[in-house]
């Protein structure tokens, strides 16, 4: 019994400093000359900014100062299952259509694309995006004064070009944010509307339909319709 114990306080243990290590693996702020971009990881995990379209919903409708309850109603749903509906859209037990997912954009006053994203709340997960993200745009994984950052080839072709601006739009705004220019609340409008609010004009295409096919196969066992 005890050394049942003292295995599982191991595991425990190991995966407490597994953690530690991927996240101090992301920790980074730098922007270098050579318009390779490197930015900082660490925070969004902490703070959960890449996750899952339930937990996007979860994150927002707290931002937003709404309940469960009323949410749901706002969506059409019946008063007696307005909120249970709701639970299941933030603990992923289902998953929103298109046409709901437009309208709970509309009422937590995103953009749709700030809630439809990869589910990559795993580290596994997470990585394998990073790997599609290589492939496809050119963005890899260097290391810049001691620390691993992430940046993007422009040798890579015109889609790469346009990562590179729209991170440089992103700078821009962060930038601002640091230097009192702007408030969180002016900072966070632009991220969660981008691009409605961009206005370097850098960003003028969507991603292309291979990126949005090989999220979709990566991503589709793990979604359940609604």
Request: with cysteine; hydrophobic share 40%.
């Amino acid at each position: 019994m005890l050394s049942g114990i003292i295995i599982v306080l191991n595991i425990f243990a190991f995966v407490k400093w597994f953690e530690r290590k991927i996240l101090n693996f992301f920790a980074l702020i730098t922007l270098d000359n050579t318009k390779h971009f490197c930015y900082t990881m660490y925070e969004h995990l902490k703070r959960g900014a890449f996750m899952a379209i339930s937990e996007r919903i979860h994150f927002f409708r707290n931002l937003r100062g709404m309940t469960q309850k009323y949410l749901g109603l706002q969506l059409g749903f019946p008063d007696k299952s307005a909120d249970v509906r709701m639970a299941q859209y933030e603990t992923g037990s289902r998953t929103p259509k298109a046409d709901i997912t437009a309208t709970l954009a509309q009422v937590l006053d995103v953009a749709p694309e700030a809630l439809n994203v990869p589910d990559i709340d795993s580290y596994i997960g997470l990585a394998h995006t990073f790997f599609a993200l290589e492939d496809i745009y050119g963005i890899t994984v260097s290391e810049a004064d001691g620390e691993f950052c992430l940046k993007v080839n422009a040798d890579k072709g015109k889609d790469a070009t346009e990562i590179i601006r729209m991170l440089a739009a992103w700078n821009e705004q962060k930038a601002k944010l640091d230097a009192g220019e702007i408030d969180k609340e002016t900072y966070d409008q632009w991220r969660y509307h981008y691009p409605k609010f961009d206005t370097t004009g850098g960003w003028v295409k969507v991603p292309s339909q291979e990126l949005s096919d090989a999220m979709a196969e990566a991503f589709k066992d793990r979604l359940k319709p609604d």
